[in-house]
């Protein structure tokens, strides 16, 4: 009962409908719909109805139909299920019953419960042991192959290969021009032109073989669109946490241009305050200085008058004489300059523009570069050319790291001995540097605000932390002068060098060495990469080969392409989200995209891209590309491919 079921729920249902197969029909990629499901999604389907075939839904390989000009639904209703098909149908699909439900089928005819002690493959019928003597003794039905019903397991015996044209007749022989199993009947008759015909024992082992095969086939696919689903399933979440963390990115920046704003508010409120106490200062100066003015005019009034008004002559003309020589002007006008006004100038117009044209950000889709629909967009360009650098920058790598919400980008400037930081804070842009023993050569990202960076003129390697500008933390002396350098784990660093003797070196973190791992024909590497698998990816520009290889130092795969997809100077390398491998080739200014197993897929960027003389590669957190060439680091996006 368990593989009846497990056989119904997993080959007997229509994958339209999701219910047990209903008149199913089978299309010639083997995929077996119910008619009416299949008739329903041709009327879908302007384009199959134009083309006169029948295209599978799941699939989308066409079938073509026996009579083109007839109506669509006589393309479905002449469509029959595979023998295959129509076995289980019969075995085990709507209506068949468990054995222990049989009981004789001649005598439930007539009201009867007889329980059925044979079976006859040809009829299809089950027999009790009465009926079954009738059935033995009819002359056409004499020959039939008939079993017994087992006492013990009551399991069905394998159903004879019968013609489901001719129903008394076996399957004898294979047409291989039309693939079908016919009996002799069909032979004669409807494959007389056909050329070639096979007996049924011959084609057998080779059917049972090619469905062998098959089996295999989708076997790899079903564990390849499991992995897809697990994958697309745990996308799922990684979607949601961005949208929250990019939602939290929005909020954090509306809060710096509030902020900036709120800045402004202050700066205009000191500067109303400042010029109000000027005014107020200068008022108050005034008035204090017309107060002692009033109080001389006072003076003089009181000692005028009582001079008139003392009848002494003596008094009166000294007070006379001295009128001469003090002004009384009479003024009812303030000659002193009045204090400016206050006044606050706001252009609403161009306030209402600018708030227009604020750009908080830009939401936008970033395909990932594994997509093969995808197409490269240059986003921006770094120019590493900095304020004391002796020489021009000559940037051999780069990585991108995220230092508290900030996006880092940090190059290895080897012509000027410097690791430069290079991000955006509050709007404004900002870049720092570090001053090394000698020229730096490759950065292996150990977390996301620390880096390992191989100095291998000084037989050094430096840990670098980035908060967001580099700071040295410590220096590794080693016995050899490593260029290439990658994070292996949290505790072991893998570092190679010129006259290596083909071999990587795995190192701890003091720099002593734990092994050796042989890297093929790559002896002198120049670039080296950790996957996600844990593999090792090693490039050389004097070998026109990719090696992989394990951290145990066995071969997974060498990349030597010919002919037009040779390689001229592999170069810097790094790895998808989902494993493909992006490869620079130097002297062809070209980025490659691989398969995780190393089969070529496209060439990602080229010198039509603005792509000049790349060395160094990594992808950001955000599915976005860098690529150094030569004093500048150019960052792309992906898009969709617009057709």
């Not at 908080?360 to 629909?373: A, K, M, N, R, W």
């Not at 006259?499 to 973190?509: F, K």
């Amino acid at each position: 009962m368990a593989t009846a079921k497990k056989l119904t729920e997993n080959h007997l249902t229509c994958v339209i409908c999701s219910e047990v197969f209903t008149a199913p029909a089978t299309l010639q990629c083997n995929h077996t719909f119910c008619k009416s499901c299949l008739l329903k999604y041709i009327n879908t389907q302007p384009e199959a109805v134009q083309a006169k075939s029948i295209p599978c839904p799941s699939c989308r390989q066409l079938t073509k139909v026996t009579n083109p000009d007839s109506p669509v639904e006589e393309w479905v209703s002449q469509l029959k299920p595979s023998h295959v098909m129509q076995g289980l149908m019969d075995d085990f699909g709507p209506g068949t019953k468990t054995v222990e439900e049989h009981v004789c089928s001649v005598c439930t005819k007539q009201g009867k419960t007889t329980p059925a002690t044979s079976w006859c493959s040809v009829c299809d019928v089950v027999y009790c042991e009465g009926c079954l003597q009738l059935h033995n003794v009819m002359p056409l039905l004499c020959d039939h192959e008939v079993a017994h019903l087992s006492d013990h397991t009551k399991t069905k015996v394998k159903r004879r290969f019968m013609c489901q044209v001719h129903r008394d007749k076996p399957i004898e022989l294979f047409c291989k021009d039309c693939k079908r199993a016919i009996c002799t009947i069909c032979c004669s008759v409807k494959h007389r032109a056909c050329k070639d015909v096979d007996t049924i024992e011959s084609m057998t082992p080779l059917v049972k073989e090619q469905l062998t095969s098959k089996i295999e086939t989708l076997g790899i696919n079903i564990a390849a669109a499991n992995n897809i689903l697990t994958w697309r399933k745990s996308k799922i979440q990684h979607v949601k946490s961005n949208s929250q963390t990019l939602k939290d990115q929005v909020m954090k920046t509306r809060e710096t241009v509030m902020r900036a704003i709120l800045r402004k508010e202050k700066q205009l409120l000191h500067d109303i305050d400042k010029a109000t106490d000027k005014q107020l200062h200068e008022l108050q100066a005034d008035i204090k200085s017309q107060e002692i003015e009033l109080r001389m005019y006072q003076q003089q009034y009181e000692f005028t008058a009582n001079a008139v008004t003392s009848n002494c002559e003596v008094d009166m003309y000294a007070v006379y004489e001295s009128m001469g020589e003090t002004s009384t002007d009479n003024r009812d006008t303030d000659s002193r300059p009045t204090p400016g006004r206050v006044a606050f100038t706001q252009n609403l117009d161009k306030l209402s523009k600018a708030v227009d044209e604020l750009q908080l950000g830009e939401v936008q889709v970033i395909h990932d570069v594994s997509d093969p629909g995808s197409s490269p967009v240059l986003h921006h360009t770094i120019d590493c050319k900095e304020d004391g650098d002796g020489k021009d920058p000559l940037v051999r790598d780069v990585t991108v790291l995220t230092v508290d919400g900030i996006k880092v980008t940090v190059v290895a400037d080897y012509d000027n001995n410097r690791l430069k930081t290079y991000y955006t804070s509050n709007f404004k842009s900002f870049h720092n540097q570090l001053l090394l023993s000698n020229y730096p050569w490759q950065i292996a990202k150990l977390c996301e605000h620390q880096i390992a960076v191989s100095v291998p003129d000084s037989k050094e390697i430096v840990i670098v932390n980035v908060t967001p500008g580099p700071v040295l933390l410590s220096t590794i002396k080693t016995s050899k002068d490593y260029y290439v350098l990658a994070c292996l784990s949290p505790s072991q660093l893998a570092a190679g060098g010129y006259g290596q003797s083909h071999c990587v070196d795995i190192l701890d973190m003091t720099g002593r060495r734990l092994r050796s791992i042989n890297t093929g024909v790559i002896g002198s590497p120049d670039y080296i990469h950790v996957t996600r698998n844990n593999n090792l990816l090693v490039s050389a520009g004097g070998v026109t080969s990719l090696v992989c290889v394990t951290s145990e130092g066995d071969a997974v795969f060498t990349y030597t392409p010919t002919g037009d997809r040779a390689l001229t100077c592999p170069l810097g390398i790094t790895t998808t989200s989902t494993g493909d491998i992006l490869l620079v080739d130097y002297d062809s200014h070209k980025v490659i995209q691989l398969t995780q197993s190393g089969q070529f897929v496209r060439d990602v960027l080229t010198q039509q891209d603005g792509l000049e003389y790349p060395r160094g590669v990594c992808l950001d957190g955000d599915g976005l590309l860098c690529v150094t060439s030569e004093r500048y680091v150019k960052i792309f996006k992906f898009c969709a491919a617009e057709f």
